[in-house]
């Protein structure tokens, strides 16, 4: 919901993983090379106070990012476009870097929001400052009222200009939609139970499993349900610090990996909901799967050659995380004895305090989370690790102070969700670049690496879907080579729960359950369960 309201030039739709549309725009225009492209814009959009959106505002929300946008987004804008000139009432023109990955250009520059500059000019708001009133903007739906900690509701614009755009029709269904905050996991449970909110994302497998057994779901007030997904599945992982010099050897990083047990957590914690990330793109084919292809080694060759990587990377299969008993969470005497020589290699041995230690310094690895719902994850490993000699804890923390330590590094390992997209170009920069090390949402590994570097514009820079498949497979390849990582896990699947006063296309989409744009309210279904009492 982070993005309700806001709209951007061009949109996509749930159904094409590759396509952008006009969507505040009636057409583009751009020559061959494409070093620049001109949207002219529909003259029909408005803002939620009623004004014009003009050239003027798109030009404006594109500077305002570029002087105001956290610093990670600000440098890559810089790179893609060179400038925006406005050059008629409702006409821009965006100018691209001569180095400006040219499938990303378009797509890039239609990815600019619409605010109002009236409405910036007018209360002195800024994007990286903290505000209650909203951006003012074009979207069908303006914040409606709100109660910091308990509730904020979203009300639908009446006068929303969209409303008959052929890419809004049979969207945008609610006049409300409130999203309820709730201290704890186990209260937000219970107000579903009880009815107090009606519909659901169910993220733990355990309440997955465990906890939709009650009155409203038993006599069909409540539904259960899992849809299929068809997006890119998101490579959660445990991530190391690599600014922390104990992390930096990769003999270290594989020894650690060798220590979860997903087989076993997903069997006894998960109930077998999940499947085992074992790619950066899991579950569609931009990842590396066995030995490099001729393409892959060709892109790879030079920086062998440059000794970036070692001459292996040419010939071995993709790394793929180990394979355990699940019988058990403790690995098997096998996965210690590999980790143990890793450790052995690396310079560590045990010491008089029983754990790890090299020159002195005993190894410690702090796993940093803020949800009690992962106590149950990372104890295990905790215990795996301490058994291989590693003084590991757990550190849980507030949400705050999560993201502080995130940003500034003050951790070992964190949970990180890596999601990637079908097309995937410039936007890596956040996430895997050197140069967004030191101040990323994204890169809180800080991994910095100059093979890595090397591969991205090459992966940016594909002009079709076999050579976006091709580089993406050895940009893949390369980082799990790398092994920053350990793997965690992802499902193919929403699964959700839901009063049934709700009505869903009978085929949704592959790529979006759209529950808060294509489902609708169906007041005969929500009647009936006023009747019996249900709804609160």
């Known amino acids: 919901m982070a993005t309700i309201g806001y709209e951007s030039i061009l949109t996509s739709t749930a159904d094409d993983p590759y396509g952008t549309y006009c969507f505040l725009c009636t057409t583009m225009e751009y020559p061959d090379d494409l070093s620049w492209v001109i949207f002219n814009l529909r003259d029909d959009v408005t803002f939620w106070d009623g004004t014009k959106m003009t050239a003027e505002d798109i030009a404006f929300s594109h500077n305002l990012f570029v002087e105001q946008g956290i610093a990670e987004y600000r440098a890559i804008i810089t790179e893609i476009v060179a400038g925006v000139e406005v050059t008629g009432p409702l006409q821009v023109k965006y100018t691209f870097t001569e180095d400006a990955p040219k499938r990303d250009r378009i797509s890039f520059a239609g990815s600019s929001m619409a605010l109002s500059k009236a409405w910036f000019e007018e209360t002195g708001a800024r994007v990286d400052d903290r505000s209650d009133a909203p951006f003012m903007a074009t979207g069908a739906y303006k914040l409606g009222s709100f109660d910091y900690g308990r509730h904020v509701t979203y009300e639908r614009d009446p006068n929303y200009w969209g409303e008959n755009h052929p890419l809004s029709v049979g969207q945008n269904n609610f006049d409300e939609i409130t999203a309820i905050y709730f201290a704890d996991g186990t209260a937000a449970m219970e107000g579903f139970k009880a009815g107090t909110y009606t519909f659901r994302t169910e993220n733990s497998s355990q309440i997955w499993a465990e906890d939709y057994d009650f009155p409203n779901l038993r006599n069909g007030h409540a539904i259960k349900a899992e849809f299929a997904d068809g997006s890119v599945g998101t490579a959660q992982s445990f991530i190391f610090n690599l600014d922390n010099p104990t992390w930096q050897d990769p003999k270290v990083r594989e020894a650690l990996r060798l220590m ?213 497979n050895a940009l893949d390849r390369v980082l799990r080579h790398i092994g920053f990582t350990i793997p965690q896990w992802y499902k193919n699947k929403h699964t959700v729960a839901f009063y049934d006063i709700f009505g869903y296309p009978e085929n949704l989409p592959p790529l979006s359950l759209g529950e808060l744009s294509f489902w609708w309210y169906d007041a005969d279904k929500a009647a009936k369960l006023e009747a019996a009492g249900v709804l609160k």
């Open 260 to 472: 979860f047990n997903f087989e076993w957590s997903n069997e006894a914690l998960f109930r077998g909901l999940y499947s085992r990330v074992d790619s950066f793109w899991p579950g569609i084919d931009l990842g590396a799967k066995g030995a490099p292809s001729a393409g892959e080694v060709e892109i790879l060759q030079p920086l062998v050659d440059q000794g970036l990587l070692p001459e292996s990377i040419l010939t071995a299969d993709a790394v793929m995380p180990p394979v355990h008993d699940a019988d058990e969470n403790q690995p098997s005497r096998k996965f210690y004895r590999q980790a143990n020589k890793l450790l052995e290699d690396a310079g560590w041995q045990i010491g008089s305090s029983g754990f790890l230690e090299k020159n002195g310094q005993r190894m410690t690895a702090t796993f940093v989370t803020y949800s009690p719902a992962f106590d149950r994850v990372i104890n295990p490993l905790v215990e795996n690790l301490k058994q291989l000699g590693v003084d590991a804890k757990l550190d849980r923390v507030d949400i705050p102070q999560y993201i502080e330590r995130t940003r500034s590094g003050d951790f070992d390992l964190v949970t990180h969700s890596i999601g990637m997209g079908f097309e995937p170009g410039t936007g890596l920069e956040q996430w895997f670049h050197s140069k967004t090390a030191e101040d990323s949402s994204r890169n809180l590994m800080r991994l910095r690496d100059p093979a890595v570097d090397a591969l991205l514009p090459i992966v940016a820079q594909s002009e079709s879907l076999d050579q976006l498949r091709t580089t993406t």
